[in-house]
């Protein structure tokens, strides 16, 4: 079974009030509107994360790129000349400032751009609102028909390192390219996400921004929801619930009674808990997550125990055992 794990850390930008890197012109010169229309540098992810590296891209509709060669200095050590192509640039800590500059030259000219780049710490954690046993290490998957919390862990830091605080920060969701204003905003650092439809994703995003928008940073997740799911496991009087083996096809049923424990997994929850109900031999058993089977009779005897798990009207799963046992004389063929 496949679980959803807190995603990714991410995050950072490029600086000075926009949530884009900002191209600044060569020094000690005013070419600056002939640099910005020669070429355009860019670096990808548009958040970069602390110590990750960021990518790069050079692109221009005026310069013949494939005939031009490029110069490139990270905080003022050279560091690339070649061909024009994508280059890996090393980024530091949160809040440090990496300066990139650029030099393109084509048919006797240069152009010069500069970048300040400004990576910062963001992280979405996704918590599902469905159903998962207690204590179960793993997380619940993204329910069918549910929803989604989605947490943004946000650490903005300035270059001297000094951390803002996350309930001061604004935060802008957009989910699948829609920005969600009702729930954006300054401290508002979670967001209620719906869930995709079977056979699909949603994305989400988020940029924190400082109030005075000197630092930025992001993030992004995909949500795809799973087909919900029921696991029956033998509830041992000793050790409890064996979660490391679910049960499936056969059943023997070794003493004079035996208890099994139902787990729904990846059920949608915001309504409460899915419906268990229990059936032996095709007719209805009990309701709830336990089920204790007492063989009664002499001789052998085979049964059949099925399990019908449901959250509203067309979220459903099924688990089905052949049971086979031996008891010593009783009143019924199977007591509850």
Excluded at 45 to 69: C, H
Excluded at 172 to 183: E, F, K, P
Excluded at 246 to 264: F, Q
Aim: charge should be negative; avoid cysteine.
């Amino acid at each position: 079974m496949r679980f959803i794990l807190p995603l990714t850390i991410a995050v950072a930008i490029i600086i000075p009030s926009a949530a884009l890197a900002q191209f600044m012109g060569g020094a000690g010169d005013d070419t600056s509107a002939a640099v910005t229309q020669s070429f355009t540098a860019s670096i990808s992810p548009q958040y970069p994360a602390p110590y990750s590296q960021a990518t790069l891209l050079v692109l221009s509709s005026t310069l013949d790129l494939t005939n031009a060669t490029m110069a490139v200095s990270v905080n003022g050590k050279g560091i690339y000349q070649g061909s024009v192509q994508s280059l890996a640039i090393p980024l530091g800590k949160a809040g440090s400032m990496t300066s990139v500059q650029v030099t393109i030259a084509s048919n006797g000219t240069s152009s010069l751009q500069t970048l300040s780049i400004q990576p910062e710490d963001v992280a979405l954690v996704a918590e599902p609102v469905s159903s998962a046993p207690p204590l179960y290490p793993g997380k619940p998957l993204v329910p069918l028909e549910g929803e989604t919390r989605v947490v943004a862990v946000a650490n903005l830091q300035d270059a001297n390192g000094k951390a803002v605080d996350p309930s001061t920060l604004s935060y802008a969701w957009t989910v699948d390219d829609t920005q969600i204003a009702d729930s954006s905003g300054i401290g508002k650092d979670a967001i209620m996400v719906d869930s995709p439809l079977e056979y699909r994703s949603s994305t989400v995003s988020v940029a924190v921004q400082s109030q005075d928008g000197t630092l930025v940073g992001g993030d992004t997740l995909t949500l795809t929801a799973s087909e919900p799911s029921v696991q029956i496991y033998e509830n041992d009087p000793l050790l409890g619930i064996l979660f490391d083996h679910a049960l499936s096809g056969n059943y023997a049923i070794s003493g004079a009674e035996d208890t099994l424990y139902a787990a729904p997994f990846s059920f949608p929850t915001s309504s409460g808990a899915p419906l268990l109900q229990w059936f032996l031999n095709g007719d209805a058993a009990q309701t709830g997550n336990s089920i204790t089977l007492r063989p009664t009779g002499s001789g052998q005897g085979t049964a059949s125990l099925s399990l019908a798990a449901s959250a509203g009207e067309s979220t459903r799963a099924d688990e089905e055992l052949s049971l086979s046992f031996s008891a010593a004389p009783s009143n019924g063929l199977f007591g509850l």
